[in-house]
């Protein structure tokens, strides 16, 4: 228990420092897009922010729930479900965001590009046996219209 303390306050301390530095630091590591991702608690009801790796196709971000190559899925991915308006920082910028699940067809696109950009997902993926889902972030409607 100790050490997910230690981990959540880790996550409070790189969220604050990105978003003090409008994501200067903390935005790109070791050579890798990093946004926080704010969803709702679908128990609490309470805002969480998380950050992740990501990569832009078009105009949709993609994100793997891979907790790390944890068995279980992050809780992120159980809140986006449950809630799937989100809130992105992409350095200075807030947008909001639909979150959905790569279908079937796409996920080989999207896997195969994340995996070519963070070859450790692939890596997660044969040590674990569930499928490592595929985030699809959209502009949400009243964003398009901007």
Known sequence: MKQNKIF???????VYVYRSTKGKVG???????????TTVGRKTGLVRTNPVLYDRVG???IMV?????????PGWYYNLKANPTVKVE????????VAR?????????????????????A???R???????????????SEQAE
């Not at 992409?90 to 965001?97: A, N, Y």
């Not at 699940?101 to 997902?121: C, D, Q, S, Y």
């Not at 040590?127 to 409607?141: C, G, T, W």
Request: glycine share 8%; hydrophobic share 45%.
């Open 90 to 97: 992409l350095g200075p910028v807030e947008q909001t965001r």
């Open 101 to 121: 699940i790569a279908t079937p067809e796409e996920r080989p696109f999207f896997w195969n590009r994340m995996v070519l950009k963070h070859p450790g997902f």
């Open 65 to 73: 729930a891979s907790a790390g190559g944890a068995p279980f899925h």
């Open 59 to 61: 105009d949709d971000l």
């Open 8 to 14: 959540i306050q880790f996550i409070k301390l790189f």
């Open 123 to 125: 890596d997660y993926q």
């Open 127 to 141: 040590k674990i046996k569930r499928l490592l889902p595929i985030v699809v972030l959209s502009p949400a409607p």
């Open 27 to 37: 935005g790109f590591i070791n050579g890798h897009h990093v946004l926080l991702l």
